[in-house]
């Protein structure tokens, strides 16, 4: 599916999406790389993406496109493959209900054919998932050493697995002291060695570029930009730039006027100056209510509405604000659907998307309730957790996109409990 999808984007001439996504940011440092200093060196971003860009470029050309989207669009494929040996592993990958949610899943798909570093954590997430799943399985040290190995990979790929130390670490943890495995200390030893590694060389890349001691100066930028979406009544959707630009300008303003200047400094103040923003300009209940809707589409939007924007598709009806009249935007929705086979089909995948939640939490608890696959599922819902909560204010199935390998095992589950239920019931 990744490579067939990659080919139709290669049929219509969307391979860059005219800079629709981030693909400068991203290749301005693999450049700089292959020694055009004149392109701007963004320590701040995480490095294996621009390394495979760098890769790239190296062999096959620079600003080569359409060599880049082959190579994710062949991520993408080992990517649904090992996905599949991880149900094989869980004795799930023979239901074919559950075989759709891998091939249908358009917010996974889509993620190979557009230039974010998305597609690779989806595809070292998956990797490691398999060893550690294969690990559960036998119990063997080796299959655990490369999880932790992949785990300090994904930690360079994108921030959103920092705070695993709080949650899935102390799991895995806890699983090691209990079970009856050999070598605990070594493979606890390793997988603290590998959240200690993965963070550690995005830190010293910080402090060798300007004396910063931080993971991640993204988390400013990032801040600025979810109040700018919170700032609006239902979320992102639009964002509010005007509100945007006002806290970017206050941050510079400060910046400015810094004696130290360095990113660590730089990200503090954004931080303090989005959190001003947010005591004097919010009330509590409206960014409760802000934050719930946000949440409520990362969890059910589809990704439908990126890939229609993405190839500019009409469907219209999508994307008019309903910030003021909500309901007549549904009705706008609905009545659209009946002339155009986007809005239905958008319509449909809303639908399907509402019946898999519900099916991957019942696969969660009905996980959660089982002795032997207890830890396991605990720890494959705190990874989705931990990457949800960081989608706040965002409200965009790009953001759930990394989510996605994890709900589908949590629903496999729950569908192979069904299946399995109601196969005993005579009709």
Not at 57 to 78: R, S, T, V
Not at 83 to 92: G, S, Y
Request: charged share 15%; proline share 2%.
């Amino acid at each position: 599916m990744p490579i067939i999808f990659c080919f139709f984007v290669f049929l219509t001439d969307n391979v860059n999406y005219n800079d629709l996504f981030e693909l400068r940011k991203y290749s301005a440092t693999s450049k700089y790389w292959l020694g055009d200093l004149d392109q701007e060196y963004s320590v701040g971003r995480l490095p294996i993406y621009p390394i495979f860009i760098f890769i790239v470029y190296k062999i096959f050309g620079i600003d080569n496109y359409n060599a880049l989207i082959f190579f994710q669009a062949i991520l993408g494929f080992f990517s649904f493959l090992y996905l599949i040996k991880i149900l094989e592993e869980l004795n799930l990958s023979k239901n074919l209900i559950i075989l759709a949610t891998i091939f249908m899943n358009f917010s996974m798909l889509f993620r190979f054919s557009v230039f974010l570093p998305n597609c690779f954590f989806i595809f070292f997430l998956i990797i490691s998932i398999y060893f550690l799943t294969k690990f559960f399985k036998s119990n063997q040290i080796k299959h655990f050493i490369i999880f932790c190995l992949i785990f300090a990979i994904l930690l360079l790929t994108r921030p959103i697995f920092q705070f695993t130390i709080f949650l899935t670490i102390p799991l895995i943890i806890f699983y090691i002291y209990k079970s009856k495995v050999s070598f605990k200390f070594i493979m606890i030893l390793s997988l603290l060695a590998s959240y200690i590694s993965g963070v550690g060389i995005q830190i010293l890349r910080n402090y060798n570029f300007d004396k910063s001691i931080l993971y991640t100066s993204q988390s400013g930028h990032h801040s600025m930009w979810i109040v700018a979406c919170l700032s609006k009544k239902y979320a992102c959707g639009t964002r509010d730039m005007e509100v945007f630009d006002y806290i970017s300008n206050k941050s510079e303003e400060k910046i400015l006027n810094s004696t130290n200047k360095n990113l660590e400094q730089q990200n503090k103040i954004r931080i303090s100056v989005t959190k001003e923003y947010i005591l004097e300009n919010f009330s509590f209940n409206q960014f409760i209510f802000s934050v719930f809707f946000s949440y409520l589409k990362v969890i059910f939007h589809s990704s439908l509405i990126e890939i229609y924007g993405a190839f500019d598709l009409e469907a219209s009806a999508l994307y008019s604000s309903g910030e003021n009249n909500l309901l007549g935007k549904l009705k706008n929705i609905f009545n659209s659907a009946l002339s155009n086979p986007l809005i239905l089909f958008w319509l449909i995948s809303i639908f399907t998307i509402t019946i898999l939640r519900t099916i991957q939490i019942y696969g969660m608890v009905v996980g959660l309730k089982d002795k032997k696959k207890r830890i396991y599922v605990a720890i494959i819902s705190s990874m989705a957790f931990l990457i949800f909560i960081t989608t706040v204010g965002l409200g965009n199935p790009r953001y759930r996109s990394e989510m996605e390998p994890l709900l589908i095992i949590l629903g496999a589950i729950g569908i192979d409990r069904l299946y399995k239920k109601f196969s005993k019931k005579k009709f």
